[in-house]
């Protein structure tokens, strides 16, 4: 059965989080990581700088081959860099267990993970690549994927309570009856990490329900 773990790491353990050195207000949300034989390539937003300064950031990191701009969104940056495979962290400890990033949200005080794996072993294998290679993480959660009313379309807990939160408080009406700042609120969590559940979630009930494969 597919199991998700949730864990936090320090800013700097997280390659990407060496953009906090130089621009210490920024938000980094990791979109999707892309294993290949000798190269990582994550696609992750940024917030909080301008385009030019989060590139040249990136750029300066000694495990980055190639950074470039993919999309912009108003203030966010969709950014697509090739990071070198040897390069000791997370990012290499995600492709080596073959783990799915659910979320992955970090500032300079630190990254929260939430992850995918096809079952205990996978996230067996990433724990040992933490402590084997002393990249410090704390498990906050391990829990199973559970369907919703037996449909077979997936959600992670935490996607669907933020999911079941913002359609109870009128998020979702038109007009909206409360913003996504009131729904992060009442789950105790930032409207980044909520602003990502909801997309996420969104992604599986429609690739379960629309999309047909």
């Known amino acids: 059965m597919a199991t998700v773990m949730e864990f936090t790491s320090p800013a700097a353990e997280f390659p990407l989080g060496s953009v906090f050195e130089t621009l210490p207000g920024v938000t980094v949300e990791l979109e999707r990581l892309i294993p290949h034989e000798t190269l990582i390539i994550p696609y992750f937003w940024v917030r909080g700088a301008e385009a030019e300064d989060i590139e040249a950031a990136f750029a300066a990191h000694a495990g980055v081959r190639d950074i470039r701009l993919i999309d912009s969104v108003e203030d966010e940056y969709l950014l697509r860099a090739a990071w070198d495979r040897e390069y000791v962290g997370i990012l290499n400890a995600l492709a080596e267990a073959r783990l799915v ?113």
């Open 101 to 213: 990033v659910l979320t992955g949200v970090g500032t300079r005080d630190g990254w929260r993970f939430e992850v995918r794996g096809e079952g205990r072993d996978d996230i067996g294998e990433f724990r040992e690549y933490c402590q084997q290679n002393h990249i410090q993480i704390e498990i906050t959660a391990v829990h199973a994927l559970l369907p919703i009313q037996d449909e077979g379309y997936q959600l992670t807990d935490t996607q669907r309570e933020a999911l079941v939160a913002a359609y109870e408080r009128g998020y979702f009406n038109s007009p909206r009856e409360a913003s996504l700042e009131d729904v992060a609120g009442d789950l105790g969590i930032t409207q980044q990490s909520l602003s990502s559940r909801l997309r996420r979630g969104h992604r599986r009930l429609i690739a379960a329900t629309i999309v047909q494969e």
